[in-house]
């Protein structure tokens, strides 16, 4: 029962006679005729495995390896799941219910109508079990969350970094310290969240989600009104046209710009560090050694723009193609 990569350690053979003997152990079945037992499984490659619909509450795999792995329907709550690695696996109205998750690496993961109320996802401070244990904090990095119910979990310093959040409940969540840089928020609630510290910087997200964040502790950018950036824009025109004599060279380093109007706009020589200019419509922008560095650019649009000589190091969202020809 092998993965087909010999790289890869066997699964157990007779790792499906546990999950039957685990169904057992979990209704009580305990005697001469039956003997169940608690599955319980260290560092074990389950790569690809495929456990859809099956019932494998209070289980213990620690620092096991689910990559890519099928667990639609599957129910983990309440089950010790350290350092697991769930990358890329599809967990689609999977359960995690008071599951411990601490550690656990869920980026690219699928999570559609899953739900972790009460899962402890902190980060895991033992040492990871090798050789397929993951440690430090939780990565939810480029995952798809939609419909995702996370009510009261434990997701300090958790890395949401590049994921797609869409209809998800954080309500009550502990969020402090989590990184969203780079991801897509809609229909997302925070009620009663704690977000001390939350990184909220260089993601995308409606304006009334912005507000539903101030004076919660989260780090948020700073979003500046239209006519603002319109003078800005113009004062920066003034500052090329006359060689910095007059005007001011545009210093936008951080600036929520998501879904701007910058088209044919002249920023030449700008500071644009770490601003987020996430669907913003940047078509036949001049941007010649303007300073990107760091960039949310993801679904912007950059048509006939001009990035010769551009510093766009650590940008996420431009073209590949364009990415090789300006450099």
Avoid at 234 to 259: C, E, F, P, V
Wanted: hydrophobic share 40%.
């Amino acid at each position: 029962m092998t993965t087909g990569d010999t790289h890869h350690a066997p699964w157990p053979d007779d790792l499906y006679e546990q999950i039957k003997a685990h169904g057992e152990f979990l209704s009580g079945r305990l005697g001469k005729l039956t003997r169940g037992k608690q599955l319980t499984l260290v560092g074990a490659d389950l790569t690809g495995i495929k456990l859809v619909g099956m019932n494998l509450q209070r289980t213990v795999f620690r620092g096991c390896r689910f990559y890519c792995a099928d667990l639609r329907n599957t129910d983990f709550s309440q089950a010790v799941l350290t350092g697991c690695d769930f990358s890329g696996a599809d967990l689609t109205n999977a359960r995690f219910v008071w599951a411990n998750l601490r550690g656990a690496d869920l980026s690219r993961a699928i999570l559609k109508g899953t739900r972790f109320e009460n899962a402890d996802m902190r980060p895991m401070t033992d040492p990871p079990v090798l050789p397929h244990g993951k440690g430090g904090v939780v990565s939810l990095s480029e995952t798809t969350l939609h419909n995702t119910n996370l009510t009261q979990a434990k997701l300090l310093g958790a890395s949401f970094v590049g994921a797609i959040l869409d209809g998800c409940i954080l309500d009550n969540a502990d969020l402090e310290g989590a990184d969203f840089s780079y991801s897509t928020l809609s229909n997302v609630q925070f009620k009663t969240a704690k977000l001390h510290n939350a990184n909220f910087h260089l993601a995308d997200f409606p304006s009334d989600m912005l507000q539903q964040l101030q004076g919660s502790g989260a780090k948020l950018p700073k979003v500046i009104a239209p006519e603002v950036l319109e003078q800005v824009v113009q004062d920066h025109q003034t500052w090329i046209d006359t060689d910095g004599q007059k005007g001011r060279r545009a210093i936008m380093s951080g600036w929520y710009l998501s879904r701007a109007h910058l088209a044919l706009a002249n920023l030449n020589g700008a500071d644009l560090r770490q601003a987020n200019l996430s669907n913003a419509n940047l078509h036949g922008a001049k941007l010649i050694c303007s300073d990107m560095r760091d960039c949310n650019l993801m679904h912007a649009n950059l048509t006939d723009a001009d990035l010769r000589g551009a510093l766009i190091e650590g940008s996420r969202g431009l073209p590949v193609v364009m990415n090789d020809r300006k450099n």
